[in-house]
């Protein structure tokens, strides 16, 4: 077994790390730019008039970003060649996002909102998977060059991490669907062009079967942002919304009726390693800053990197940070090997615990920073409100314990083959 990792990916860090120096970095602290990422001044991310939501230049900024990336052949790489991209694995990704939030915050990488100049764009790879012919054509050159987005609407305010007693319907009305319903948590459905949504259209309450998929734009008729859900960090783009007999044509449905969930699935699996692998940087970003000042900071005339309860925390953590990155590779090299569903159970272990060494991480580094680490004069704070978010988003915690239970337990069957 090689546990090295391959030569071209080891050089595309490299390669990708120069172009941050030489394109990002300037662009960052260009026209105080720099305010985005100076978190005593957070508000300027922020559009207080607008509900909280993002602020139209930091937004823009993003943007201009992600454009620069894209010229650089960066923003894609995950994607098939055919559409610009170098046919990134899972494991590259992996390798790439926890680098990227290693190097800490900043306009490379600012998981506020998922941006990255190597784009996580799991609805291109739903698009290719499960868009009929008509959606493709209309969908992926702008999911690819992130100019085209659409927002994932499964969640519901009286159901949280339960979708099969989700309680919007679709029915039929001649060769159109009415969907009636409520969805909370839609991210980023004020830059949306569709939501994707997710009702029953057949089965009872708690089947997995019997959910359709839909592809609903959002200036539909009776499809209403209702409100601007306020977070523990801040800015917000996460909306309660409401479906009053929105009617669409047969063509929105995505992927096969009644198998909506599967959809489901594949996007959690695919993003979920791609999230353990970005709370695995930051986690170790925590632990990096941290030795770093405990080497200079000398309390009493010794530096704080002498004291073993300064030590050993850290010691912790940092063992912690290389057993989940082994499993975060194995989970992602099996499934470039045998597929996105062969490793649920190894993808939930490395997303919960992943989101919760982070958090351990950012507060510990707090801790060791003592004053500093508290105050917005260090990113430490700022890295704990966003990563506290992912315990609960996509399945909280104990959602994921509960799947690996199931298959400790019997009730689940894994698909991934034996010996892997």
Request: charged share 30%; with cysteine; hydrophobic share 40%.
């Given at each position: 077994?090689?546990?090295?990792?391959?030569?071209?990916?080891?050089?595309?860090?490299?390669?990708?790390?120069?172009?941050?120096?030489?394109?990002i970095v300037p662009l960052e602290e260009a026209d105080d730019n720099s305010r985005f990422f100076d978190h005593r001044r957070?508000?300027?991310?922020?559009?207080?008039?607008?509900?909280?939501?993002?602020?139209?230049?930091?937004?823009?900024?993003?943007?201009?970003?992600?454009?620069?990336?894209?010229?650089?052949?960066?923003?894609?790489?995950?994607?098939?060649?055919?559409f610009g991209g170098r046919d990134g694995t899972n494991l590259g990704m992996a390798v790439i996002r926890e680098h990227l939030a290693r190097r800490g915050l900043g306009l490379h990488c600012d998981l506020q909102n998922e941006h990255a100049v190597v784009a996580n764009n799991v609805g291109l790879l739903l698009m290719l998977e499960y868009g009929s012919s008509q959606q493709r054509s209309e969908w992926v050159d702008g999911l690819a060059a992130?100019?085209?987005?659409?927002?994932?609407?499964?969640?519901?305010?009286?159901?949280?991490?339960?979708?099969?007693?989700?309680?919007?319907?679709?029915?039929r009305d001649g060769d159109d669907w009415i969907i009636t319903g409520e969805k909370t948590w839609n991210s980023g459905i004020h830059a949306a062009d569709a939501d994707l949504i997710f009702a029953?259209?057949?089965?009872?309450?708690?089947?997995?079967?019997?959910?359709?998929?839909?592809?609903?734009?959002t200036e539909t008729r009776g499809f209403t942002v209702e409100e601007y859900l306020w977070t523990f960090n801040m800015p917000t783009d996460h909306a309660r919304v409401t479906l009053r007999d929105v009617r669409v044509p047969r063509s929105a449905v995505f992927g096969c009726e009644g198998r909506g969930l599967a959809v489901v699935q594949h996007f959690f699996n695919e993003n979920?390693?791609?999230?353990?692998?970005?709370?695995?940087?930051?986690?170790?970003?925590?632990?990096?800053?941290?030795?770093a000042y405990a080497k200079q900071r000398k309390p009493f005339g010794t530096p704080l990197a002498e004291q073993q309860a300064i030590q050993f925390p850290l010691v912790e953590l940092h063992t912690q940070c290389e057993m989940l990155r082994a499993l975060i590779h194995k989970t992602a090299w099996t499934m470039d090997r045998h597929g996105t569903f062969a490793a649920s159970e190894q993808v939930s272990m490395c997303n919960y615990w992943a989101n919760r060494l982070c958090c351990e991480a950012a507060d510990r580094a707090m801790q060791v920073h003592g004053g500093l680490g508290y105050s917005r004069?260090?990113?430490?704070?700022?890295i704990y409100r966003h990563h506290r978010r992912y315990r609960i988003t996509e399945g909280a915690e104990e959602i994921q314990m509960r799947r690996v239970a199931g298959y400790l337990f019997g009730f689940l069957t894994s698909r991934a083959p034996k010996g892997v």
């Open positions: 077994m090689d546990f090295d990792l391959p030569v071209e990916l080891v050089g595309y860090l490299a390669e990708l790390d120069e172009f941050i120096e030489r394109e957070e508000n300027a991310r922020t559009d207080w008039e607008r509900g909280g939501l993002p602020s139209a230049d930091w937004e823009e900024l993003l943007a201009e970003a992600r454009r620069r990336a894209d010229a650089a052949g960066h923003y894609r790489y995950a994607f098939p060649r055919e992130g100019t085209k987005f659409f927002a994932f609407g499964i969640t519901e305010p009286e159901h949280g991490s339960d979708a099969t007693h989700m309680e919007t319907t679709a029915v029953r259209t057949a089965g009872a309450p708690g089947e997995a079967a019997g959910i359709t998929a839909f592809l609903v734009p979920r390693i791609r999230q353990a692998a970005s709370s695995l940087g930051a986690a170790q970003y925590c632990i990096d800053q941290s030795v004069h260090r990113p430490f704070e700022h």
